[in-house]
Structure formats: C-alpha cells, structure tokens
C-alpha cells in the first residue's frame, strides 16, 4: 500500500534544509486520519499528523527526501523497547536501573553517598535521643512517652525515603520513538508528540529528561540528591512525606534536647547523662546544629512542594516560567491527584502507592 513518509526538517545554527514528503511503499498502518510528520530542530522531534491535502507531491522521488526519512526511521527503530533489566546501566555510568526487573534505582554515586549520609544522620539523632536525653531520666513515663512519638515518626521519614528513591518517579520508556509506535498512538490531523533527542522517547506533556537519571520523568520537579532519585509523578507523595517527618522529629529532637539542657542546668551534669559533661555537651550540640538545619530546610521542601501542587505547577515549571499549555487543576484535585482519591489516613502513609493513573487523558497527547 502507498504511504506518505515523514516530512522531515532540519534546522541547524548556520542552514536549514527542508524536503517535502514523497510516498513510499509500506506495509505499516497509516496515522489514523492522515499521515506522521516529523520535524527536527536542534536535535529535538516534534511529530505532527497532517492530513491529505497538505501533502505536496511536488518532491516525489526526491534523493534528498529518501535519505533523510530513511536515515530517521532507521536510527529510531535500531533502539531498544526496554534498558533497565539488570542492575547496570548500558554504559557503565550513572543511570536508572530495575534491580531484578522490579525495584528502581538510580546508580549515582552523589546520590548513595547523599543517601547514606542521610540514615547515618538518623541514626545520630536516634542514638543520641535515646541514649542521651531520655535514658536515663527522672521521669520514666515522659521518657517512654517521646521515645515512641520520637521512633514513631523517625521509623515513617525512613521508610519514606526508601520509597522515594526505590519507586519509578515516572520514567518514560526508553527508545519507544519509532514508526510503528507512533502510527500505533493513532494520532489525528493536528496533534503533536515529541521525540526526546536524549532517550529516543515519546515524551509525554509536563515531561523533562533528568540527565542524571537519563530518563524523561512524567511531571519531573526535580532531582533530589537526598532520595537519589527524581521527584515525579510516581513518587512525589513519598518525598512529600519524608520532607514533613523529618521536620517533625527535627523540631522533637529540639525540643527535648532544650528541656534536657535547662534540666541539667539545675542539677549535676553527671546525674543527666551516662556518659560525661563534656561529652554529652558536645553531642547535644551536634544534634541542636543538625535539628536546626534539617527543620528549616525540610520544612521550606515541604512547603514548596505543597505550595506547587496546589498551584498544579512542577518546580521546573516554575524555574522556566512555563505557560501551561495543560488544563490545570483545582488545588483538592490537585492535591488528591499526587496523594490518591478520597482522603484517609492512608495519604500520610510510606506503605500506599496512590494510583496516579486513574482518569488521566493520553499521557503523549499535547494540545495545539
């Protein structure tokens, strides 16, 4: 069957070379209600369906026209479906990575070191806490008390973090560009897809490429060193939520260590603590410095995320200043669409994946 190839346009600093579309013979479906145009400008695609009559068959048989459409399609379809099956990137270098098939990471050295880093500081707070502040103490009710609401919240920042940087933030498949996939979209007159120049992907609206994940991420706010790992649509609540618990057992940790040192004042240093005065001085100053930086800087985090999704704005929308060209959301939709439908407690919970999924439109379409 005659089908109408991709009218393909490059434009570079210094030239621009335009060929008009030729008909080849295929055997692949055509674009439901017209054909794929593919224009290329400074190594990113966009793919616009045009109909008949803006076909111009003044430049069939054109050599130029062969070779460029050919030279796409070819480099498109050598790309493969699916990367992330081991537990290494293609190249050896940072990258997204399914670990088994099933479990997301990123391997990024900044990133496992900024993640570590964060646990060991947990793990500070948690030994100096209880055995420091708490135990021993004058009252075992009070200290029993804190050290639950303490161990409480610090057990649910963890397993927050574990889940924003071992969730899929909302990774684009890999290499998805090419012919039949894009006719496969049925794609009518005037809709447009674009190709990522930097994965080979059909990138999704509200979509940005995380150069260190190498992915186009669906709704990407940012890259988070802290979670290594992108702030998506897939895993955004999770980062939420381990930005608000770990201000909440940074404010605790302030709070007991500001009522233990007044304590301590009023008493023999050597009857607070197991271990001695200038040791304990120390390590509640430590905990003071790092309660205080991780409460406002956890604190801001979490404001601003809350403020954009209530807004429906990612953080690299804003930095860019972008018009939505999306039809934005209400704030409790907003909000319901990141944390899941119907409010429960399960929206302050690590454990539940919210379906982000339900009544979205088609994730390639873009409004023109």
Not at 76 to 100: A, C, H, T
Not at 172 to 187: D, H, Q, R, S, W
Not at 223 to 228: D, F, R, S, T
């Amino acid at each position: 069957m005659n089908a109408v190839a991709p009218a393909v346009s490059l434009e570079g600093d210094d030239q621009e070379i335009t060929t008009a579309t030729t008909r080849l013979t295929t055997n692949h479906q055509h674009a439901a209600n017209g054909h794929t145009a593919v224009n290329v400008a400074n190594g990113h695609s966009a793919i616009t369906v045009v109909s008949d009559d803006e076909q111009s068959p003044s430049s069939e048989g054109n050599p130029v026209t062969h070779a460029l459409t050919n030279a796409y399609c070819d480099s498109v379809e050598k790309l493969p479906q699916v990367i992330e099956v081991s537990g290494r990137s293609r190249d050896g270098g940072p990258g997204s990575v399914m670990l088994g098939g099933k479990v997301w990471f990123v391997k990024d050295g900044c990133g496992v070191t900024c993640a570590v880093f964060t646990y060991l500081l947990v793990l500070y707070a948690e030994f100096v806490v209880m055995g420091v502040i708490l135990f021993p103490s004058n009252s075992l009710v009070y200290s029993i008390i804190n050290a639950v609401i303490f161990n409480f919240f610090a057990f649910l920042a963890v397993a927050s973090h574990v889940k924003a940087m071992l969730t899929d933030p909302g990774a684009v498949p890999k290499g998805n560009a090419t012919k039949e996939y894009i006719e496969g979209l049925g794609l009518k007159p005037g809709q447009v897809v674009y190709k990522c120049s930097k994965c080979s992907s059909i990138t999704p609206e509200r979509a940005h490429h995380c150069s260190v994940c190498r992915r186009c991420i669906r709704k990407m706010d940012h890259h988070c060193p802290w979670v290594n790992n992108c702030v998506g649509e897939g895993n955004q609540k999770f980062f939420v939520l381990f930005t608000m618990y770990i201000a909440i057992i940074s404010l605790h940790a302030l709070i007991m260590a500001g009522i233990k040192f007044f304590g301590c004042m009023d008493s023999q240093w050597e009857e607070c603590s197991r271990f001695s005065p200038p040791a304990t001085i120390i390590m509640m100053i430590f905990l003071v410095f790092e309660g205080l930086l991780f409460a406002i800087f956890t604190a801001v985090m979490c404001g601003t995320q809350l403020h954009g999704i209530c807004n429906d704005e990612t953080g690299i929308e804003q930095l860019k200043k972008e018009s939505p060209s999306w039809e934005k959301k209400g704030k409790w939709m907003s909000i319901k669409a990141v944390f899941g439908h119907d409010f429960s407690l399960a929206w302050f919970s690590p454990f539940n994946q919210p379906d982000i999924n339900s009544g979205k439109s088609p994730p390639y379409l873009y409004h023109v």
